[in-house]
């Protein structure tokens, strides 16, 4: 069973910066696998964000946030990280954490890739 809890979401001015964590826990080595990062807005679908391999030497980005966020991990506390910058009223939305337990090396950015879900942190930028 794996845990992942996010944090550091909150109410944010139109260019300002947020730093999002998800932290990750259970009986599962979670730091050799590769997370993601996906929001929902009211009334859209989940969509991707982010990914990031077990080494963080792979990435991927949605082309709505390429150049404004950087998803980076601490293994070592098993903790992954989205740095939110530039943000726009657009940005807002319900961000999710997940986790892929079927690969470690590549990135996957279909929602149904990944194995477990946070429980989401609010984000919202007024303009």
């Known amino acids: 069973q794996v845990q992942l809890h996010e944090s550091g979401g909150g109410l944010v001015q139109a260019g300002g910066s947020l730093r999002l964590s998800c932290a990750a826990s259970?009986?599962?080595?979670?730091?050799?696998?590769?997370m993601g990062w996906f929001r929902q807005a009211p009334g859209k679908d989940r969509e991707f964000v982010a990914a990031?391999?077990?080494?963080?030497?792979?990435?991927a980005y949605a082309d709505s946030v390429k150049g404004r966020f950087t998803i980076s991990r601490d293994n070592a506390k098993n903790t992954v990280y989205l740095q939110m910058s530039s943000l726009k009223p657009e940005d807002t939305a319900v961000y999710y954490c997940?986790?892929?337990?079927?690969?470690?090396?590549?990135?996957?950015?279909?929602?149904?890739?990944?194995?477990?879900w946070g429980q989401g942190t609010q984000v919202t930028v007024s303009s």
């Open positions: 990031i391999s077990w080494s963080g030497g792979t990435t």
């Open positions: 997940a986790l892929d337990l079927n690969r470690r090396w590549v990135v996957v950015r279909a929602p149904n890739e990944y194995d477990y």
């Open positions: 259970g009986r599962t080595t979670v730091n050799t696998y590769g």
